[in-house]
C-alpha cells in the first residue's frame, strides 16, 4: 500500500518568493495533518484537516501560510512569501478516525524540506 | 496544557546492548494517549506504538518493550540487544481525549548504536 506521499522533497528558494508543499494523505485515511520540524522547535502541528475541513490551524505561523486540501487525496501548503526563518521540514501525515474521538496513529509523508535563502 | 519530556538528548551504545528511552508526560486529563514514533536518518517518521491511559499493561513487540507507569507519569521503551539499524531519534508523544490538536511530541532522543 502506498504510503503518504509528499512533494518536492527538497525545495530551495530565495526569500520572497512563493513556495507550495504537496501531499497525498493515504487512502481512506480521514485526517491530514501538516507539521513542521525545526531543531529549535521540534515538531509543530501546523494545521489538521478532517473530511477536507480545516479544524485547528492555531498552529499556522502568520498569514504567510496557507493550507488548502480540496479533495480527499490532495492538500497544499503554501508560504508567501518566504523568510529564512521558514527553514525547515515540513512533514504530511494523515490518519483514521477512532471511536470516541481518540487519537489515533499517525502516518507520516518522507517530508518536504526547505531552504530559504 | 500537556507535557512530553524526553531527558536524554543523546544515547551512544555499542551493538547488544540494551537501552532505555525515558519519556515523563504531564497532563491534567484522565483519558490520554501515548505514542512512540521513530524517525531513522531517512527523515520519515514511524509509528511504533500507541497506549491509551486505561491500559497500564507493558508490552513487548520482538526486541521492543513499553513500561507504562501512571504513578510516574513515564512511558519508557526500552531496545533489548541492540543493532545498528535502531540508530534513530525516538519520539514520545501525549494526546489526550480532546484529540489530535493536543498531540504533544517530545524534544527527542538521539540513539546511536555502534557496530
Known amino acids: 500500500d502506498a504510503g503518504v506521499i509528499q512533494s518536492p522533497r527538497h525545495e530551495v528558494t530565495e526569500m520572497g518568493q512563493e513556495v507550495t508543499l504537496r501531499c497525498k494523505p493515504i487512502?481512506?485515511?480521514?485526517?491530514l495533518f501538516w507539521y513542521r520540524q525545526t531543531m529549535m522547535r521540534g515538531l509543530e502541528l501546523l494545521i489538521y484537516f478532517n473530511n477536507n475541513v480545516p479544524i485547528d490551524d492555531s498552529g499556522m505561523p502568520e498569514d504567510r501560510f496557507s493550507a488548502k486540501m480540496p479533495n480527499a487525496s490532495f492538500s497544499t501548503l503554501k508560504i508567501q512569501p518566504s523568510e529564512p526563518r521558514d527553514s525547515a521540514v515540513y512533514f504530511c501525515a494523515s490518519s483514521v478516525f477512532s471511536r470516541g474521538g481518540s487519537t489515533g496513529e499517525l502516518f507520516f509523508g518522507e517530508g518536504s524540506r526547505l531552504t530559504v535563502l | 496544557a500537556q507535557k512530553v519530556t524526553q531527558a536524554q538528548t543523546e544515547i551512544s551504545v555499542v551493538e547488544k546492548e540494551d537501552v532505555t528511552l525515558d519519556c515523563v508526560y504531564e497532563?491534567?486529563?484522565?483519558?490520554?494517549?501515548l505514542f512512540w514514533y521513530k524517525q531513522p536518518p531517512s527523515g520519515e517518521l514511524v509509528f511504533l506504538i500507541r497506549r491509551n491511559s486505561f491500559d497500564e499493561q507493558n508490552e513487548i513487540s520482538g526486541r521492543y518493550s513499553w513500561n507504562f507507569q501512571k504513578s510516574t507519569s513515564s512511558f519508557n521503551f526500552t531496545i533489548t540487544a541492540s543493532q545498528v539499524v535502531d540508530s534513530a531519534v525516538y519520539f514520545c508523544a501525549l494526546s489526550t481525549h480532546s484529540g489530535y490538536s493536543t498531540l504533544t511530541f517530545g524534544k527527542g532522543t538521539m540513539l546511536l548504536v555502534s557496530p
Open positions: 497532563t491534567r486529563d484522565t483519558t490520554y494517549y
Open positions: 487512502s481512506g485515511h480521514d485526517y
